[in-house]
Each structure stands twice: as structure tokens, then as C-alpha cells.
């Protein structure tokens, strides 16, 4: 009977700690420095421009707004502000529109967030939309911010810079 009791007590400590993950498989997003940083806005200002806007990174499905955006110039600087020039293609607000952006750098957490801004002002009447994502690839050439959890991104935004 006590050979019973432990093999049950055996199997039962096999599956619990079998079936529980190890953070690392759940790793979230890449941990970034201030060091980090200069790699995108050089330690002034860095241009950088969107090469694809994705409503769906996995699958690489586009958002609507994805040719508006990639026409235009967006320069990064140390103090969270993204510049942006607009390029020819608006974003369905014609000459009203405005584009805004910034970014927030949490150094003890290692995350950095942008958030974009798109709208327009008629009669003293603002309409917009913005969102936040997580930078989550940083190198020297390209930029990759996204929502959702590693593996299974879903909005995204995907710069380059020469």
C-alpha cells in the first residue's frame, strides 16, 4: 500500500512540474537600455521610415492605412519626440490632418512604447485615433513596434532607415 501512495505521489509531482512553463518560454518582449536608445535617435536625431504598417504581423495582412503612412519621414529624437513630415498620401483627412508621435522609455522596466496620433481639425472640431505599441526589434537599420504577445503580434509597425 505505501508503494502505492508513492507512486501515486511520484506521478503526481512528475505532472505538476512537467505541465508548469518556465518564464523563459513566456519571455516577453527584448529588455532595452538607455544605451540601447541611441541606435534610434543616434544621440540627436535619426530618420527613419516606414516600410509597413501591419494589422496582423504573423500573417503579414496590412492595414488600410498602410500606403499613408509609409510615405512619410519620421525622425526620432533623445527627448521622446517623433517628428513627422507627412508625404503625399494622407490618411482620409485631407488638408486638416494632423500626425503626431512620441515615444516613452520605462529604463527600470526596459520597455519603450510609441504612440502615433492621426486626425484633423474642422470647425474647431477634432476627430482622431492613436494607438501604443511596444518596441520589440531594434538595430541599427530597422525597428519593428508591436501589440500583442511574442510570437503572436498583431499590429505593428515595421521602420528602416539607410
Known amino acids: 500500500m505505501n508503494n502505492f501512495k508513492l ?4 506521478l503526481l509531482i512528475l505532472i505538476i512540474t512537467t505541465s508548469c512553463s518556465s518564464d ?7 529588455l532595452y537600455s538607455t544605451e540601447d536608445l541611441s541606435i534610434m535617435h543616434n544621440n540627436s536625431s535619426k530618420t527613419w521610415k516606414l516600410e509597413a504598417y501591419f494589422i496582423d504581423y504573423n500573417s503579414k495582412q496590412k492595414s488600410e492605412q498602410n500606403d499613408c503612412l509609409v510615405d512619410d519621414i519620421y ?22 490632418e494632423i500626425a503626431e508621435a512620441e515615444y516613452r522609455f520605462y529604463e ?15 470647425n474647431n472640431l477634432v476627430k482622431s485615433t492613436s494607438f501604443s505599441l511596444q518596441l520589440i526589434e531594434l538595430t541599427e537599420n530597422r525597428m519593428v513596434f508591436a501589440s500583442g504577445d511574442k510570437d ?10 539607410e
Open 75 to 96: 525622425t526620432f529624437k533623445p527627448n521622446g519626440i517623433i517628428e513627422i513630415v507627412a508625404g503625399l498620401e494622407n490618411c482620409n483627412y485631407g488638408d486638416n
Open 108 to 122: 527600470d522596466e526596459g520597455h519603450l512604447f510609441a504612440t502615433m496620433l492621426r486626425g484633423e481639425i474642422t
Open 7 to 10: 507512486s501515486i505521489l511520484s
Open 152 to 161: 503572436n503580434y498583431k499590429k505593428s509597425l515595421i521602420f528602416i532607415t
Open 24 to 30: 523563459d518560454d513566456n519571455a516577453s518582449q527584448e
